[in-house]
């Protein structure tokens, strides 16, 4: 079986997890069309005809511009267990990076990176090699990281394209341990939230319970993590409170009562359906109320654990016992996993009186709805650094933006060289949660991160600037770099923890003082000297 080959398309939407807005909004407008051309064979007037036809017109095209977004973004996930490897060299078939339509997210989930004590510390000074890997790939693409948040072995990263920075705000991540009565972070889960055009969404990162018989107790520990996870945001506290709620990672549920011998014969036969009965994650959504409201593609692509490493072959090497002797081969399971859910549609009791019914509704979902569709759900069996292959997803994000203003606009003013200082101003276009704390950071074209800045300086200090008010700062030029390049400036929000304005580039020249300082050869008469 081609693991590439496209699974059928899943869509769910902020008005219902079970219909399509657009399969909605469609039938209401065929609806409506009908009654239109009823009325056009029954009345007798043109005039009566020209205006019913006017009226059911205009009323189906309001309804068409109600339930329907006008703007699409893809969203590439990817979920590993790398089992404390380190990176491949290359990531870039891993993350599809030359698709069309081209990609607008990243958000990728590790479980199981190094984590030994001195590995750990190392990390936290510096970037892991996973996340390196990850970025210096990304960064030459235009992607810039949003934010990450490590636990122990598990480890979240979110990337986005480079323009789509200043409409990604109000960014939290957070965790939760359950692996060892909780206080060891080697199982658990971290999640990343924000705003993404004024939608709610949030990212979950679990690497749950081990081994056949921990059913219940994954469910529990899943169940534990979507309860208890606060992100100290008032209108979306916790997971299930966004609009639209990502899971992924090595959620470890196995494929019960079937032995070793009929699962590789229905895998190597491509009879994966045969399985799908006895996949825990399946059998437990029957049962549990919480897991239903999560969506997931169809299982079309081989177990991904487990493996020899280095190779496509499932587990040939039996566990060793604690007495050094050889134990039952790992049977394959589907322990890694990308679901999905949209926010349901509060629902009025049949108890409530109208008044009460009219405002336990969530109106927002009907004026800013959004549409998610699985595009593909697969894997890929290249990769062998360890004994689980990397589970990739892909989807269509359809929404109708809540805004698409910047909240600052920064610009440079003037030429720029490291010869003289330099000048830029910044305007607030609509009120925020300023503060003295923020910063505007001067970014080579190509940068990897927030932090990732040449210079930065502080915005106005003292009194907060009025909404467009122009605000002049100036930049030292011993800051500035020497050799010059394209760059871009970028308002970082010390509240919402991002990018919420950013230039369009510039050209900063090379500098006199790159040639005296021997940086660069002198340039005579066309010749270098």
């Given amino acids: 079986m081609d693991p590439w080959t496209d699974s059928p398309r899943v869509r769910s939407d902020s008005m219902s997890s079970s219909a399509s807005q657009g399969s909605r909004s469609k039938t209401v407008l065929r609806q409506r069309l009908s009654q239109l051309m009823t009325c056009i064979e029954d009345l007798s007037s043109d005039d009566e005809a020209s205006e019913e036809v006017s009226r059911t017109l205009d009323e189906a095209f309001q309804l068409c511009g109600r339930f329907i977004p006008s703007d699409t973004f893809r969203l590439h996930m990817v979920t590993w267990n790398v089992a404390t490897a380190e990176p491949p060299e290359d990531v870039t078939a891993l993350l599809q990076l030359d698709v069309q339509p081209p990609t607008d997210l990243y958000a990728i989930g590790l479980q199981e990176v190094n984590a030994t004590p001195v590995r750990f510390i190392s990390d936290l000074i510096v970037e892991d090699s996973w996340s390196h890997v990850f970025m210096n790939t990304l960064a030459p693409r235009g992607f810039v990281k949003v934010t990450s948040v490590r636990m122990q072995g598990l480890l979240l990263l979110v990337f986005a394209k480079q323009a789509h920075l200043p409409y990604i705000r109000n960014i939290r991540t957070t965790y939760t341990r359950t692996g060892i009565f909780g206080y060891w972070g ?21 690497h749950l319970a ?129 679901l999905w859910r949209v926010k349901p549609k509060s629902l ?82 609509e009120d925020f949660m300023s503060s003295t704390w923020d910063w505007i950071g001067l970014y080579k074209v190509g940068f990897k991160s927030a932090s990732d800045y040449e210079t930065f300086v502080w915005v106005r200090e003292g009194e907060l600037p009025e909404i467009n008010e122009v605000i002049q700062i100036s930049v030292d030029k011993d800051e500035i770099p020497l050799l010059g390049g394209q760059y871009v400036l970028g308002y970082y929000s010390t509240n919402m923890q991002s990018i919420i304005g950013l230039s369009t580039s510039f050209q900063i020249l090379e500098s006199k003082r790159a040639v005296m300082e021997g940086l660069v050869p002198e340039d005579v008469n066309g010749l270098n000297k």
């Fill in 186 to 206: 080697n199982k658990g889960g971290v999640s990343a939230r924000f705003s993404f055009y004024g939608h709610m969404v949030c990212f979950l990162n679990c």
């Fill in 348 to 429: 009025p009791s049949e108890d409530d009186d109208d008044e009460k019914a009219s405002t336990s509704t969530d109106d927002g979902q009907d004026e800013c709805p959004i549409l998610v569709t699985q595009d593909k759900y697969t894997s890929d069996m290249s990769y062998g650094v360890s004994d689980h292959k990397p589970v990739i997803a892909t989807f269509s994000v359809e929404l109708k933006k809540g805004y698409d203003t910047t909240l600052v606009h920064v610009s440079p003013v003037g030429v720029w060289s490291a010869d003289q200082d330099a000048l830029l101003t910044y305007t607030v276009q």
């Fill in 210 to 338: 081990a081994h056949m018989n921990y059913t219940l107790q994954r469910v529990d520990e899943f169940e534990h993590i979507l309860e208890t996870q606060d992100f100290d945001i008032e209108d979306t506290p916790q997971i299930r409170d966004h609009k639209v709620a990502f899971c992924l990672g090595d959620l470890n549920f196995r494929i019960s009562d079937h032995g070793l011998h009929f699962l590789r014969s229905s895998i190597n036969s491509g009879r994966l359906n045969l399985l799908w009965d006895k996949d825990q994650l399946n059998m437990m959504k029957k049962k549990e109320p919480f897991l239903q409201e999560f969506e997931e593609g169809p299982l079309n692509f081989k177990p991904t654990y487990k493996f020899d490493r280095n190779s496509d072959t499932y587990d040939t090497s039996g566990s060793k016992t604690w007495l050094g002797f050889n134990g039952k081969k790992r049977k394959p399971a589907w322990t890694d996993r990308i």
